[in-house]
């Protein structure tokens, strides 16, 4: 009996409805034509007018000085929480368990109101700081669970090894703990700079004036610029940026 094709047909489907627009908007970037879908010639000038375009500049700069700062207090924060909930079985830890995973099915529209209701309630400017802050609140369980599934199959019998020889708990750390766990927690690290660079939902709602984002001018350029091919091609850059940072962190999870 020959095996089925309809797994390897859906399968096809599901990957060209998922990626066919993606391409096309990658192909549109390189078009001529400014109104038209019709095919013009093929051009950089898209690209060259991002770099005229200060507010782009400026929105990317606080992207990556957002997704940066939250990336690194996600990887110093869940990979505390990935121990605490490794070495500790308590009813105390099942609650911790919960609330670090609760983020991951908040819904983001919730989520963005909740904090920004926080900010307003404690007296708190909406600012960059907000943003970053809000970013790390869902960032983080994202580190801690790449973490905490590297600490399953880590082998702490050679830590107490380098116990027994004299090191340091320090020592035993610096020297053995966290190169050991460095792979997972870089992983971590670049799946977080890639949910916060992506952001718009819980941005809309915690930014505040002249803090706005790659995601938040895009999607207000598309209510009231002409130039979408602009749009197209600063899309584009944005996508490679994320394919290469989501192939590292795989790299680097294999690695682990």
């Not at 005229?52 to 505390?80: P, Q, W, Y």
């Not at 500790?88 to 099942?94: F, I, M, N, W």
Request: contains cysteine; hydrophobic residues 55%; positive net charge.
């Amino acid at each position: 009996m020959k095996p089925s094709r309809l797994p390897l047909v859906t399968t096809i489907l599901v990957l060209v409805f998922f990626y066919l627009p993606i391409a096309a908007l990658v192909i549109r970037s390189f078009n001529a034509s400014r109104y038209t879908p019709a095919w013009k010639g093929f051009t950089w000038k898209w690209y060259e007018r991002l770099w005229e375009r200060e507010d782009l500049l400026s929105a990317l700069g606080n992207s990556l000085k957002i997704a940066t700062a939250a990336s690194l207090l996600s990887m110093v924060l869940g990979t505390t929480a990935a121990f605490a909930l490794h070495r500790h079985r308590s009813r105390l830890q099942d609650f911790h368990s919960l609330m670090v995973r609760v983020p991951l099915v908040l819904p983001d529209i919730l989520m963005g109101m909740s904090l920004l209701l926080l900010f307003v309630s404690a007296g708190v400017p909406l600012s960059l700081i907000t943003i970053t802050l809000a970013h790390v609140t869902f960032c983080l369980s994202y580190v801690a669970l790449v973490v905490l599934a590297r600490l399953e199959d880590f082998d702490f019998n050679v830590v107490e090894a380098a116990r027994d020889l004299g090191a340091t708990p320090l020592q035993a750390f610096a020297k053995i703990t966290l190169p050991m766990l460095l792979p997972g927690i870089l992983a971590g690290g670049l799946l977080a700079f890639t949910l916060s660079i992506d952001d718009y939902v819980i941005t809309f709602f915690v930014k505040g004036p002249g803090s706005d984002t790659l995601p938040t001018l895009i999607y207000s350029m598309i209510k009231k610029s002409r130039e979408l091919p602009v749009i197209n091609a600063l899309s584009t850059l944005m996508l490679a940026i994320t394919f290469a940072v989501v192939f590292a962190a795989q790299r680097l999870t294999r690695k682990a």
